[in-house]
């Protein structure tokens, strides 16, 4: 199979828009499409997929770790398959949720989905169809999709553009994309992403990083000023002032000239600048824009190693709170989707879930409930394994 992601049996947009027209229905069947999805908006600048993808997740290393720690946790726990409320650990959708296609394991796939949610406030997921049957998954760039809709405002297709060839996928219907999305107040159809309310102390944070780079190449030291007191008055010289600039210039200035002895004549004296109160409380202030980083990401920052954060007693405490508060959410409304959308493909009562159980971060809440359940003696032993999930 060609990826990406010309999939078999799909032709360009051009060989096909008399067959997609005739297939799109004039009016909306409301449940066949699913989403989660986030989007940018406001007046910092580039708050595109491109601008966020660069200077958070490439360029920020809070931004980057919190995501990390989001997606690598939420990939983490597996699916469990169940149709019609019995669980089939052998089901098709369960191998293909392991292996979704040649070139990623589910570990991977799942990474890159939630990775998309949080930055481009999009994922689209793609399933490649034999029948009713899907037999791979794929994810496409949020960046390269763009929405068609129809006369009334609800979403008929999507156009992907890869490789200079544009593909037409159908929101509705067979092999219908998937398109998971997170809350936007202001679009109808798309979210909004986590990464960009946090955009504007991204901005901060990033160039707090460049002004501490552009004093380490300053010796790692503020600025000093050559004061020139000669003992007869005056002042220096035209000729005087650009030789003296020039040979600062040359001699002293830039990390490889850092530490070298400066020679000073005819009454020049060099006296060394400390940092401000300002600059001290920008450097505060790069703290604080760490924290609102991870913040809006929903990253405890005592897991980020962040100073200046007592919100909670102790790592355990934040862990728990990560897990309660953030991986569960995302990871809850991510099998709610992808349930509707494989029974609506494959015809079954299917629901997917996810092993809690197997979750290290909930070994303390787990702990205190099995030592609840255990001590509570008016309870029979076929109560309590179903009171801890276990069934009767």
Not at 19 to 40: I, N, Q, W, Y
Not at 163 to 189: C, I, K, N, S, W
Not at 377 to 386: C, H, I, N, V, W
């Amino acid at each position: 199979m060609k990826l990406p992601f010309s999939l078999p049996r799909r032709r360009p947009v051009a060989d096909r828009l008399s067959a997609f027209d005739r297939a799109v229905p004039e009016t909306k069947a409301h449940g066949s499409l699913f989403g989660f999805t986030l989007t940018s908006g406001g007046a910092w600048p580039e708050k595109s997929y491109a601008g966020l993808a660069r200077e958070g997740y490439m360029r920020n290393a809070v931004a980057h770790r919190a995501i990390r720690l989001i997606v690598e946790a939420a990939a983490s726990v597996p699916f469990i398959v169940t149709v019609d409320d019995a669980e089939a650990p052998d089901h098709a959708v369960a191998s293909l949720l392991a292996n979704p296609n040649p070139r990623q394991g589910g570990a991977d796939l799942f990474e890159a989905l939630y990775s998309h949610l949080l930055i481009a406030g999009n994922a689209y997921l793609l399933p490649a169809m034999a029948g009713r049957r899907p037999m791979e998954l794929h994810l496409l760039r949020p960046d390269r999709v763009r929405i068609r809709d129809n006369d009334e405002g609800w979403p008929e297709a999507y156009d992907y553009t890869s490789g200079g060839r544009v593909m037409r996928y159908a929101a509705e219907g067979e092999g219908a994309l998937l398109h998971m999305r997170l809350f936007h107040p202001l679009d109808d159809q798309l979210g909004y992403p986590p990464l960009a309310a946090a955009s504007g102390a991204l901005d901060l944070s990033n160039a707090a990083n460049l002004w501490n780079k552009a004093l380490i190449d300053n010796s790692a030291r503020p600025s000093g000023a050559l004061v020139y007191q000669p003992k007869e008055g005056g002042n220096l010289s035209p000729d005087q002032y650009d030789r003296l600039k020039a040979e600062l210039a040359e001699g002293y200035s830039g990390p490889a000239r850092a530490g070298r002895p400066m020679l000073l004549e005819g009454g020049l004296d060099w006296k060394a600048m400390g940092l401000s109160p300002r600059e001290m409380d920008f450097m505060e202030a790069r703290n604080g824009a760490a924290r609102d980083i991870a913040l809006a990401l929903g990253v405890p920052p005592m897991l980020l190693g962040l100073p200046g954060d007592n919100t909670y007693a102790n790592y355990a405490e934040a862990n728990r709170a990560f897990w309660r508060l953030t991986v569960l959410p995302l990871i809850g409304r991510t099998a709610n989707a992808l349930s509707g959308w494989f029974a609506a493909m494959t015809g079954e009562g299917l629901r997917l879930a996810h092993d809690l159980d197997q979750v290290p971060g909930l070994s303390l809440e787990r702990d205190a409930l099995w030592a609840r359940v255990g001590a509570a003696g008016f309870l029979t032993d076929a109560e309590k394994r179903e009171a801890v999930g276990y069934g009767g």
